[in-house]
């Protein structure tokens, strides 16, 4: 089976703009998360999909917001984009029985 | 929520000797336990993973244990190698959704 995907790999984006970065689940699986990873922060959850819905929301602003469509793809999306958002965003998606997390190569953003 | 911390932050071992690092979490509800290990400019992997049914699990020079009452599990690694050097991360699952330690950093000196 094919990994997780994600695209862009790199965004260099400015400060006020928006971004919206994809991701592809391995075949089959219907959950993908999303996590911010920065510096010493760890990996941050951000929210969770499964089957087109928000099962699981993080502590993120509103800026931050996501969609799945019905081949379990997922999109996430961050508005007026600041400083402190450059980070890795990783992606990964679960099956419905096992519980394992795969992760994708992640999206490294720049916000300058 | 479930809340899971990780010790130690940093690990340095001499090559061929052992490492251990430790994990916690506060919620009997989460029952599923991955370790993950990054490498640097890579994507987190899964390396070994326990389920709350289980009190040990081992896979060549990795193991996991996990004790249920004093809710923690530790990730073994025997016969360090300097490809063994990244972060490694604990993770536990509850109602759907991982929540991970802050990491480990292994360094393992040739």
């Known amino acids: 089976k094919a990994g997780v995907t994600q695209t862009p790999r790199y965004l260099i984006k400015t400060r006020g703009q928006q971004v919206t970065l994809s991701c592809s689940p391995i075949?089959?699986?219907?959950?993908v998360s999303w996590y911010q990873q920065t510096p010493g922060q760890g990996l941050q959850f951000l929210f969770e999909?499964?089957?087109?819905?928000?099962?699981n929301k993080g502590n993120f602003p509103g800026r931050f917001s996501g969609r799945q469509f019905s081949n379990s793809r997922s999109e996430m999306n961050v508005s007026t984009l600041e400083l402190g958002d450059s980070a890795l965003y990783l992606c990964a998606s679960s099956g419905d029985s096992y519980n394992e997390q795969f992760f994708g190569p992640g999206t490294r953003l720049t916000v300058l | 929520g479930e809340n899971v911390e990780q010790h130690p932050s940093t690990l340095s071992v001499q090559e061929g000797d052992s490492a251990v690092i430790k994990c916690t979490y506060s919620d009997s509800a989460s029952n599923y336990f991955p370790w993950y290990k990054q490498e640097l400019g890579k994507r987190p992997q899964l390396i070994i993973d326990i389920r709350s049914n289980v009190g040990e699990k081992k896979d060549q020079r990795i193991a996991v244990t996990l004790n249920k009452t004093a809710k923690h599990f530790s990730l073994h690694i025997t016969e360090t190698q300097p490809e063994d050097s990244a972060v490694y991360f604990c993770?536990?699952?509850?109602?759907?959704?991982?929540?991970f330690g802050s990491g480990t950093k292994l360094n393992v000196k040739p």
């Open positions: 075949s089959g699986h219907r959950s």
């Open positions: 999909y499964f089957s087109e819905t928000q099962r």
């Open positions: 993770a536990a699952f509850r109602f759907n959704k991982f929540y």
